[in-house]
């Protein structure tokens, strides 16, 4: 007899035995349990130093996610992949690519080709000239950063975003740290190095300073009075000083992903100090997430505002975002909350090498192809599987111009029954039940 392959089983050999099925019992029309989306980390971007919102960009480069505006594909996921790290050409050449050891594909055939998508998107950048986005208002407020690698230059543009100027000073006579000085011409070529560093400093409001070395050619007294804040990137700093801020990479030298994570992350706390606001609390989960709330305020659908007094639970009400949960600051979904029958076995599409030995970016066709191999973990990609399956039609998909990554279907209270199937085939395990004892 032939061996069937298959990529997923409810029950392994020996399952024989009920569980205790006495929370599945339920009775139609007076259960408890309704459906509620429920947003959670993917373990890809969980474990990724930088701390992309790889979800997202992936299904923007599958074509599940529409830009906001007339952006390509290309452009648009470029822009959601530098909210965290601005060198995607060159973390698509030199990261480890701890999220792909992470991936919940790992448990159907394979991980998804993280890296090599985030190569190809940098590619692409380059070759099109792709701008980083500017800030929208000058805060009046500047910083100084010490050491201008990964660390230091992703701080640097984080801090542009939003509107500080910045003064780079670098000990050697070039800008890039490891990027520049640590890795062979082959494994990360230099004029992509370049590139990408060029293109954070033609957002303006960031002056270099190279071959100059602080506490040498620059006392600490001058640093402090003449700036609001300043993050040592490459070395431990002063400690207990006023308005100092020190990357915790510096124990971990010659990795630029977790380089480019502390430099955002210090960025996000230099902004707290020089606005004069507390600091900013650090979610269990460290990393970008994706807001829905954001992505319909962007598309013109934001929630009214909540008035408060006079106000009754409803699920029409416009103030709220109907049966969503937010739970993707604390929790990472696991593959068993996944329905993995639903994901047939794929080849992953690899990269190849060039004649000198230097990793090439994808084709457009198998960018888009490899990304759709994402199961985009805690979040619906609009299968429809859940409205197919619904016995009641309480299930829908909302009107084309009310749609979004995120709010793919919705539900009719008035209709469910409470029956649970459509968590029970959800392939992203995005639909959980209401009220249920987890």
């Not at 996610?65 to 060198?87: C, E």
């Not at 099109?128 to 992703?154: F, H, Q, T």
């Not at 909540?306 to 709220?320: L, P």
Request: charged letters at 25%; proline letters at 5%; a negative charge.
């Amino acid at each position: 007899m032939e061996q069937l392959n298959v990529s997923f089983r409810r029950y392994e050999e020996g399952d024989d035995e009920y569980d205790d099925l006495s929370e599945k019992v339920f009775n139609a029309g007076t259960s408890f349990w309704c459906p509620t989306y429920v947003n959670k980390t993917a373990p890809c971007q969980a474990e990724c130093p930088s701390g992309h919102d790889i979800r997202t960009w992936l299904n923007v480069v599958a074509r599940r996610v529409k830009p906001t505006s007339d952006l390509s594909w290309q452009a648009y996921a470029f822009q959601v992949m530098t909210a965290a790290n601005p060198f995607p050409a060159l973390m698509g050449l030199t990261c480890p690519a701890p999220c792909q050891e992470k991936c919940n594909r790992e448990d159907v055939e394979g991980h998804v080709a993280i890296n090599a998508i985030e190569h190809t998107v940098g590619d692409w950048a380059l070759k099109n000239s792709a701008a980083l986005v500017k800030p929208e208002s000058e805060s009046g407020k500047s910083a100084a950063i010490i050491g201008g690698g990964p660390a230091g230059l992703s701080c640097a543009y984080q801090l542009r975003r939003l509107g500080h100027r910045v003064t780079i000073f670098e000990a050697n006579e070039l800008l890039g740290g490891v990027f520049e000085y640590g890795f062979s011409e082959k494994d990360c070529p230099k004029d992509v190095v370049r590139a990408e560093i060029q293109r954070i400093l033609d957002m303006g409001g960031i002056e270099v300073r190279t071959s100059v070395q602080v506490g040498k050619d620059v006392a600490l007294e001058e640093l402090d009075k003449t700036f609001n804040a300043v993050f040592w990137s490459a070395e431990p700093g002063p400690r207990d000083r006023e308005g100092h801020f020190t990357s915790q990479a510096a124990a971990h030298p010659g990795l630029p992903t977790t380089e480019i994570g502390q430099g955002w992350k210090a960025a996000r706390a230099m902004d707290a100090h020089m606005r004069g606001e507390p600091a900013p609390d650090k979610p269990k989960l460290d990393v970008h997430h994706y807001d829905l709330a954001a992505e319909l305020a962007a598309r013109g659908m934001a929630p009214e505002t909540y008035t408060v007094g006079g106000a009754r639970g409803t699920d029409k009400a416009a103030f709220s975002i109907h049966n969503y949960e937010d739970r993707s600051r604390d929790s990472i979904i696991t593959s068993k909350e996944l329905f993995l029958g639903h994901f047939k076995e794929t080849p992953r599409i690899e990269r190849s090498r060039n004649a000198d030995g230097v990793l090439e970016p994808l084709s457009e066709t198998d960018a888009i192809k490899e990304s759709r191999r994402c199961m985009s973990c805690g979040m619906c990609f609009e299968c429809s599987v859940c409205i197919q399956y619904c016995p009641v039609d309480a299930i829908y998909r909302p009107k084309s111009a009310a749609r979004v990554y995120g709010r793919f279907v919705d539900t009719d209270y008035a209709k469910c029954i409470g029956c649970q199937i459509c968590r029970d085939v959800c392939p992203t395990g995005y639909i959980q039940m209401g009220l249920e004892r987890t």
